[in-house]
């Protein structure tokens, strides 16, 4: 339940925010950011909330990990799919191990379900709000999309941080890399995705293509490899704007 109410708050949140920032004629792109930060914090105020009341979301998330592996153990499918030679418990131990590495990557999750929303949410209230009887700002086309480049510094001493603390054995050390690797792939794969719009725009190809290229690529573990280095290189090397 607490879950649930935690994505619904990163997806709720973000509209208020934005809406009030909007009438500040801010950049688009900068309202999205601040309203996906309000939407993660709402999640965080609810994770807040859940603990204080005695309900740990990764209690009750470790506790449906193991429901769930013990279930999928028995199942004559799953056990063709990991083979036969394993027994029902270790199945369900590899299952759980599967589980909870993905639980380990709830807060980035989170992250990216608030930002997408956000940006979502943008495209919608820029249509529906106006300031002083004129239209909100419109987002700029994503071919227009980039990242700062001191990202590269940020990703650089997080993971810095988070080698650290993996180093000298600290919990969070794991997790920490686990997300921060997972968020900044996340946003030098978009970057990546706006190189490819912006190419495919100046060659004249639809957009209906580009789409199809992207999706092929997000498809396989070389084509998303390809994306997140690409969005790296035009953050650090702005290719874009000599394609302009």
């Known amino acids: 339940m607490y879950l649930s109410f935690m994505f619904f708050t990163a997806l709720l949140i973000p509209i208020p925010v934005m809406a009030g920032l909007m009438k500040k004629k801010m950049s688009p792109y900068r309202v999205v950011v601040e309203g996906a930060i309000g939407g993660i914090s709402g999640a965080l ?34 056990a063709n799919f990991l083979g036969a030679e394993l027994s029902e418990n270790q199945r369900a131990e590899l299952l759980q191990q599967i589980y909870e ?50 990202i590269v510094i940020a990703w650089a001493g997080l993971y810095l941080l988070s080698w650290l603390l993996t180093n000298f054995e600290a919990l969070p050390g794991q997790m920490l890399a686990a997300n921060i690797n997972t968020l900044f792939d996340f946003a030098f794969s978009l970057q990546g995705m706006s190189v490819i719009f912006m190419l495919c725009y100046k060659r004249g190809v639809p957009k209906i293509i580009v789409v199809i290229i992207i999706i092929f690529l997000l498809f396989f573990g070389i084509g998303k490899l390809l994306l997140m280095i690409l969005g790296l290189a035009d953050v650090i090397f702005r290719m874009k704007q000599r394609m302009r």
């Open 45 to 78: 105020f609810i994770m807040i909330l859940a603990s204080a009341a005695g309900h740990s979301i990764f209690s009750q998330f470790q506790e449906n990990i193991r429901y769930m592996a013990e279930s999928l153990a028995g199942d004559p499918n799953v």
């Open 101 to 150: 590495q993905a639980a380990e990557l709830l807060p980035s999750t989170i992250a990216i379900f608030a930002a997408a929303g956000a940006y979502t949410e943008y495209l919608i209230l820029s249509r529906l709000i106006k300031i002083n009887g004129e239209p909100a700002i419109r987002m700029d086309r994503f071919r227009e999309f980039n990242l700062p480049r001191n």
